[in-house]
């Protein structure tokens, strides 16, 4: 069993285009996490949500809106994508917002725009 | 801010030769401490933390410990191996802050037979 999945796994598309990647952990835990790896394999998070609840937006752009229909999934939707936008993204969650809690994270979305 | 500064890599090593990636951090308070490991098309996966001054990380043979007065928390293994080859995050949790994780840029480790 798979404890956090992405989909999709790779994604190719053009500039300007509006596209969504999805998150779901059956870890039954309150955290989810989006954060996004350049190509410099340098790695920053963008969202944090606990509970359905925004806690974390590290200054991304507003063309990205995840979106947390449960505690069990955490979507990221990318409006007019750019260049710049291509990256892996990692979801990952963790129990919840303790400072103990390890973070689990999923495969990872390879998003390339043309 | 909060920040984690890695050594650069790639680090190219033969097998059974002995590893360290240099670590250090800069954080408020008492952060904890954590390594995680990408191995090639994988996402990441933690392979040892420590949330303390003095506590010493450890699995799969590599050992991080935790040194506040040098605010460093370097991994080492005694005796690498090929499928050891990956890339190597350290990563620091603030005390304070919605449990957010900053990362260092990352250490690509490969391991020659």
């Known amino acids: 069993d798979t404890a956090v999945s992405q989909t999709p796994k790779y994604l190719v598309t053009q500039m300007g285009n509006d596209k969504s990647i999805k998150c779901e952990q059956n870890?039954?835990?309150?955290?989810m996490y989006w954060y996004k790896q350049d190509s410099k394999k340098f790695l920053k998070i963008m969202f944090s949500?606990?509970?359905?609840?925004?806690?974390i937006n590290e200054t991304v752009p507003n063309r990205f809106s995840p979106k947390s229909p449960d505690k069990a999934h955490l979507n990221l939707h990318i409006n007019s994508l750019e260049l710049g936008d291509s990256a892996v993204y990692f979801c990952?969650?963790?129990?919840?917002?303790?400072?103990?809690?390890?973070?689990?994270f999923g495969p990872g979305t390879r998003l390339l725009v043309l | 801010g909060d920040s984690v500064t890695q050594m650069e890599g790639p680090v190219t090593l033969s097998e059974e030769a002995f590893l360290t990636i240099n670590c250090t951090y800069t954080a408020t308070g008492y952060p904890s401490l954590f390594w995680y490991v990408q191995y090639p098309g994988e996402g990441l996966q933690l392979l040892l933390k420590a949330t303390k001054a003095d506590d010493k990380g450890s699995n799969k043979g590599f050992e991080a410990t935790y040194r506040k007065e040098t605010t460093s928390f370097h991994l080492e293994k005694g005796s690498v191996q090929v499928s050891d080859s990956a890339v190597y995050f350290c990563a620091l949790r603030p005390p304070l802050g919605g449990n957010k994780l900053v990362f260092g840029a990352g250490t690509i480790l490969r391991v020659k037979s």
């Open positions: 870890l039954g835990h309150d955290t």
């Open positions: 990952a969650s963790s129990q919840n917002l303790a400072s103990q809690e390890t973070q689990y």
């Open positions: 949500y606990n509970n359905k609840e925004l806690i």
